[in-house]
């Protein structure tokens, strides 16, 4: 599986992005999804997964502002971004896994495909 991000940028405080991942092949429908962030010094962590199910799981932080979509048929998973805060500043990744229909992963470990990153810079 070979994963693509893409929408990245430069936006205000209380501005908007999203994020897109395209996933190779016709295998979306078998994998649960996921948002990771890696910002400045820190390390990586979770922000958003969806299920193959299409159950979805938020970040304490993220919650309320961010959502986490995808079309199979598109082979396509979104991150939509609302509200953004400087602290949101990071590398987002999308990550990808060959789960059962509920399962919905939140770890780094549990991924095994990942894309190359896409920055978000949210200036104050």
């Known amino acids: 599986v070979q994963l693509q991000a893409s929408g990245g940028g430069l936006v205000q405080a209380g501005g908007s992005l999203t994020l897109s991942c395209a996933a190779s092949?016709?295998?979306?429908?078998?994998?649960?999804m996921a948002w990771f962030r890696q910002a400045p010094g820190k390390e990586r962590e979770f922000v958003a997964v969806v299920s193959r199910s299409g159950a979805r799981s938020y970040e304490d932080s993220v919650k309320g502002r961010f959502t986490i979509s995808r079309d199979n048929a598109k082979n396509m998973v979104y991150l939509q971004m609302n509200s953004l805060k400087p602290e949101d500043t990071a590398v987002y990744y999308c990550a990808a896994k060959f789960t059962i229909l509920t399962h919905i992963p939140t770890t780094e470990k549990d991924y095994n495909y990942w894309g190359q990153g896409t920055l978000v810079t949210v200036s104050s």
């Open positions: 092949g016709r295998t979306l429908s078998r994998l649960s």
